[in-house]
């Protein structure tokens, strides 16, 4: 105990200090203690535009800000169910070339008439699971579920205005029963809206069956494998998670040869190899490297950054018409973005998405097609580079830094 | 041509201006442009306190900065092989609760006598295709690349002094051999750094092919499906891609119930329920939220945010020891870090690498332990909410901004 | 000309005769070709207790049958929502060790009393393409769906008695709709009724299509990659295919010393690295050996044998209980199986499944049933002898005739 | 106790007897009891061409055999790297119409020239685990292991005359250390040789860990998650399993159009929306169905069928050339076959190895090209059945005894 005794003692003298505190007094007190610990003066990251007081639901233990270089790709025009304009889209990187290639795909699609897009469908799961102590309970579960479906929905509707319930299936695992809650979430990513609401309704469900006697319960969480949050998973892939989103373009042939320098037809091989090897790789989607923008506009418009993990896989598509010009096609499964709640209004991130005309309600379909804009642009444009062996020059070029 | 001549003028007229200049002028250029087109004051992203010259190989058409909340999670007591220290974690977010989170996980670890990592391995690959003719001139450069893998790794010795090539391996798709080249890229991410090396190599294997006259390339390109870049494939998550790191960490039973708040065996079957539904869920890998530290680490410190797709896959494991007490362990076999190149020189990440004692030379190793030190701490802290019924409150508390 | 001339009479001379004919005489006639052509006597191969005639739907060209070893698994103890029997499972196996595991372990599963086992549900997908001009014909398609759903599935059931559509959902690729039919199909494993229903739907889609003139058809399929037929899917996985059957047991302590030989905690625990390391594997699902059994039955029971590529996809589960007794449980999403249609009517095989009384109409869910109690007792008994180091020893004495 | 005894009682007099007896007086009692129990005659299946004793490496408790209705598919023509040959393949199926689609395949490939295949190379994984105290004995077992590979080769090598040791490499996941054996198995599927091999070599190292006692061992187990045995996993597909094959074939427009009835863009194109949608379906590898001759070959040559399970993933690609032909290739990582020990030997399947001239040694390689060459073929016929709509009159022709 001794041991445990000055273990606690030491790590009190480790602290941050002002902990739960919002308040200017607050992060200045864990600035010094940090520069103290460190030595180091922390100007740049010490300095700090926003006031903590407003950061409160964003940020715990504020200390200051770092400052991600930002661009802006643009004209994107896009022509989608949810948009029909010509966009400028912030990107936050510091990948040198990242921004030069975005600009040069979104230029190839503007001379090519505009991406269209379309904003298919959004949904976020939660899926807690209900454990008995045999299978028999859980099968009596199933059907006790589907019989009280309306009552469940009726506790979701209590506990959100935004939260829309679109299905509720068990899946059983042995005798524990995973429920997926199925939401739409309107304009916000929604993971903590639809947390929100689950857990009401499994309250619900606990009371009753802790009245019913029929159905003891073993254990219950909030959240299992099944929903996919922040995970790379089969069923979100395929299933979907936040925003669906696909788009195409018509691209002409001189456009693909004046603007990405390649052949039409040059490019088209390359993409069929891309996509025999992608699938050689065992890869969960074929694109070449959508997470670049995903990430790039992520950071600037205040999304879960985190989010980047599973929003990043795809399906490209390309094919040379008869006519010699390319179509091509993306669809991203698993987009989830907001434009409501989150980091959404951190004051910079708001002005990113105001940019974007994508602020607020009613504007994330919007921004998920404006997304996928961006990622059919960068495709292209990579691609190219790749196909017409420019890729390694282009960046001997632009990222001269590093430590080759 | 009428046409394509109107879409050029109006795209001429949509330009952002003064495009490949790196100065302020330019800078505010762009900015004026912006404003004008979007009736914006862009007064937070338009203020910026890096030298636009100073960014010339971190990105392009500079026009400001985003801030991103910052706070520090710490102490974090790290017990590695390339770390024995405490460390102070710098978090990027915009996300409630995350910090807090993090915190508490650290304070268990802490408490546990801290984390024990070990860096195991670093490879990134580039997997250039070469599609001959026909079948048999693929299995003749097979024989081929055996016979001068000497040569081939004398090109990439002449390209970088940093770049240590691990292996060569053909891979044969049909008549397309995609040669995978494994490299240990030091303490840069090393993208850039295996595309030079790679693309040197190739341009003498073209040239001897082009001599030899036997085996003529019908295409070339220096990347398809197999480097794993920017996607997350059963390859790369497999074989490993970046750093591969694991950690663990045995938990009194005391500190698991005082700090986590909840009793070790429930933590334990919960796990076990988790894994079992991620299997379920053809998750690629079995963590809760490890993308979260990864992502506000990956932000901070100036890496490839895009990177966050494919470094956050990795196998969490707990297990309830006979005493009573928890062993976890957690590794993550793609965690594609740098602390040098890329954004890594940026001032204000500089600074949060120099924090956490991991900027520059000899301190990637480092850098990738401290982060799994932090993701075991968020997995337990988030698992123990989950399992002991804590998660949704938590959220309400932390997270209060949302349109719920 | 001349040489594909050459070659077409070549290739007349290598025919194997008599085909299209369904009768004895024709099978003679090719295995006297066959028996010229090789040199071999081919007695075994050539024998045949079947008529011919009566294979007509089974396969073309019958030149015999191959013998394929058969022995008896059971008693297995059955306690399902769709049976509750004791059981003899007939096996087809050539790998010596298996049988005698498998005997193992439905002993250790009598001993606990049997397995409770329950046939969740059943499904079978198909799901053709409709691709058009462009995206937005694309979603015009999709709204048009919906409005005309009542009549694709009024097709539906004019095409089969048998088939039930469960839901119809379109999934969007670019201006590709690829449009999932989910069918229930009774006791055909059903992949050739649902293409029937599908088709017989298809038919007059596109003859409405083509009246209404608004979405023109570029092109069409009756299947893409999206149905998961013969192949393992993160959909199929994930959503099912076939019959999703679940099954657990409790194993007292003693009986897991006594059949199994292994300490109950060793056993869990190793089914703990297990699960870690299948994870780590990338491995889809997480169990040691399911294909084992399910392979054996196929073979005896006149399955689609190739289907045991998507159907030994599963998810095994151990804990150790408090009492010390283990809680086992296994979920096989897509196991793909029929007791009436396709191989079923084979003589044999037909004796196979009246030997398990799962012959015929109503037989499939008590089929399903069956198989993942199988399934399970030969996990507990491979990984009990994994766990307490007789595999290899069982293996050398059983598998004797290797060349090692 | 008391229902413990009366289930033991229960259990005895439910008892298939003469187990572990090789015998046809054995094979006879067994017979007897099952007619006994069910009532049934199992006339069909209770006759037996085989000696019992003869296949006492086979099979425990033998009862009979089931008799698969037999094809000969051909002529195949496949010149391979390890044949030059025109091939008769034994297909053993009850699944209508796929030994006429085989044919079709097969004759469109002869028209064309034939199938040239590559057997790339060989290799078996067995991959025990190691697991120490903490992760600091696991490290100094890895470094151990790099100190004695000469050793541990030299205890492989006493095990096995046939069995080649490619590479040993330590997987580390916290403090268990899964160390992956590597071999090459010459003409046996080879997982029990390497089950000996490889046991033979861990015995030797857990004597060397217990004499050194620095290293103690927690535990220790033959096989998990690594080895990929009877699994698929993103580790198997992508590093092989058993045989990696690579086919190809240039395929005459006219061939497509007068034997595969479609016209050769029709076809390539169908196979980019298959590919497109199989990468959205999350599918392992990209083939249509090349799990039927897979499972139809093992079936009639004794291969370990289930084995299907992991065989039947790989990668199939079409090519519009330029000059109207269409290039073929498909590539199998994970084929898992033998023509020596398993199931090779029982006479009617030696009989069916024997007829493609690949049985016993030297003759894997042989095999696994032929078998390449069978899947090219009905990739080739079902794909051009379904683009050119035919795929489901096919399927109402030749599978009629379906209850749709």
Redesign the interface.
């Known amino acids: 105990m001794d041991y445990?005794v000055a273990?606690?003692r030491e790590?009190d003298g480790?602290?941050?200090p002002a902990?739960g505190e919002y308040s200017e007094v607050a992060r200045q007190q864990?600035l010094g203690f940090?520069r103290e610990?460190?030595g180091?003066a922390?100007?740049?990251?010490g300095?700090?535009?926003?006031t903590p007081e407003a950061?409160?639901?964003?940020?715990?233990?504020?200390?200051?800000?770092?400052?991600?270089?930002?661009?802006?790709v643009?004209?994107v025009r896009v022509k989608g169910?949810h948009v029909d304009d010509?966009v400028?889209v912030?990107c936050?990187?510091?990948?040198?070339?990242?921004?030069?290639s975005l600009?040069r795909g979104a230029?190839a699609l503007?001379?090519a008439?505009g991406v269209?897009?379309?904003a298919?469908s959004q949904r976020v799961l939660r899926?807690p699971?209900f454990?008995f102590f045999?299978?028999?309970a859980a099968?009596r579960f199933?059907q006790w579920v589907g019989d009280n479906e309306a009552e469940v929905r009726n506790r979701v509707l209590r506990?959100?205005?935004?939260?829309e319930l679109l299905s509720l299936e068990p899946?059983?695992?042995?005798?524990?029963v995973?429920l997926t809650f199925e939401y739409r979430s309107?304009?916000?990513s929604g993971q903590?809206?639809v947390?929100?609401?689950?857990?009401s309704a499994c309250n619900w469900i606990r009371e009753a069956l802790a009245l019913s006697g029929d159905m003891p319960l073993a254990?219950?969480?909030?959240?299992?494998?099944?929903s996919?949050?922040?995970?790379?998973?089969?069923?979100?892939?395929?299933?979907g998670r936040g925003t669906?989103v696909?788009?195409?373009c018509v691209l002409?042939a001189?456009v693909v040869r004046d603007v990405l320098k390649v052949e039409p037809s040059?490019l088209v091989?390359?993409f069929?190899?891309?996509?025999?090897?992608?699938?050689?790789?065992?890869?969960?989607?074929?694109?070449?490297?959508?997470?670049?923008p995903?990430?790039?506009v992520?950071?600037?418009t205040?999304q879960?950054?985190?989010?980047?993990?599973?929003s990043?896989?795809g399906?490209f598509?390309l094919?040379l018409q008869q006519d010699g010009n390319i179509?091509a096609?993306?669809?991203l499964?698993c987009l989830v973005v907001g434009t409501?709640?989150?980091?959404t209004?951190?004051?910079?991130?708001r002005?990113?998405l105001?940019?974007m005309g994508c602020a607020g309600s009613g504007k994330a379909m919007r921004f998920a097609e404006c997304i996928a804009a961006c990622c059919m642009g960068l495709e292209l444009s990579t691609m190219s580079a790749?196909?017409s062996?420019q890729?390694?020059q282009a960046?001997?070029r632009?990222?001269?830094?590093?430590?080759?």
């Open positions: 445990e273990v606690a790590l480790l602290r941050i902990k864990r940090l610990k460190s180091l922390l100007e740049g990251v300095s700090c535009s926003y950061l409160k639901n964003n940020i715990e233990s504020l200390v200051g800000t770092v400052e991600v270089p930002l661009a802006v643009g004209p169910v010509t400028y912030p936050a990187t510091t990948e040198g070339a990242l921004v030069a600009n230029t503007f001379r008439g269209t897009a379309w298919v899926a699971y454990e045999d299978l028999s099968q199933c506990a959100s205005d935004h939260a899946v059983v695992i042995g005798r524990c995973h309107g304009d916000a903590n809206m947390t929100a609401c689950t857990w254990d219950f969480a909030i959240e299992a494998g099944l996919g949050d922040k995970r790379v998973t089969g069923q979100t892939f395929t299933r669906r696909t788009a195409e002409p001189d040059a091989h390359y069929h190899q891309l996509s025999a090897s992608e699938s050689a790789a065992g890869s969960v989607g074929c694109c070449l490297n959508i997470a670049n995903i990430a790039a992520f950071v600037a205040g879960d950054i985190a989010c980047v993990h599973e990043s896989a399906v598509y094919e179509y096609s993306i669809t499964p409501v709640g989150g980091g209004g951190v004051p910079q991130q002005e990113c105001q940019l790749v196909a062996d890729f390694a960046h001997e632009m990222g001269r830094n590093r430590p080759a």
